[in-house]
């Protein structure tokens, strides 16, 4: 699904902005990446973004709360409970 994530554009990297982001991050990742895949809960990330995020956890959390916030402001808070079964916020 296309991503719901608010500002991001597949042409720039979400973090540091840089045009041409080569890689497709899941906010919400290990079990829970194949209902951040249904739900559009990606961005777009540059190489060294994305490496830094899954080496040093440099804006993990930050990314697991607004995929939360996203998916609560097109559904709801029950509902992502429900499908998630975890509070990242
Ligand atoms: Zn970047
Ligand atoms: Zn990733």
């Known amino acids: 699904m296309k991503s719901i994530i608010p ?13 041409g982001p080569e890689h ?6 290990g079990p829970y990446r ?3 895949d ?3 809960l990606t961005v777009h990330l540059c190489v060294s973004c994305h490496m ?3 080496d040093k956890g440099r804006y993990d959390r930050e ?4 995929a939360q916030e ?6 709801s808070h029950e509902e992502f409970m429900q499908i998630f079964q ?3 916020r």
């Open 63 to 66: 990314l697991e709360a607004l």
């Open 52 to 54: 830094l995020l899954h």
């Open 70 to 75: 996203a998916f609560e402001s097109k559904y």
């Open 38 to 40: 249904k739900y559009g």
């Open 7 to 19: 500002g991001e554009d597949d042409k720039r990297c979400f973090i540091c902005q840089k045009y």
């Open 86 to 88: 975890k509070n990242w």
């Open 34 to 36: 194949w209902l951040a």
């Open 24 to 29: 497709v991050h899941h906010c919400l990742h």
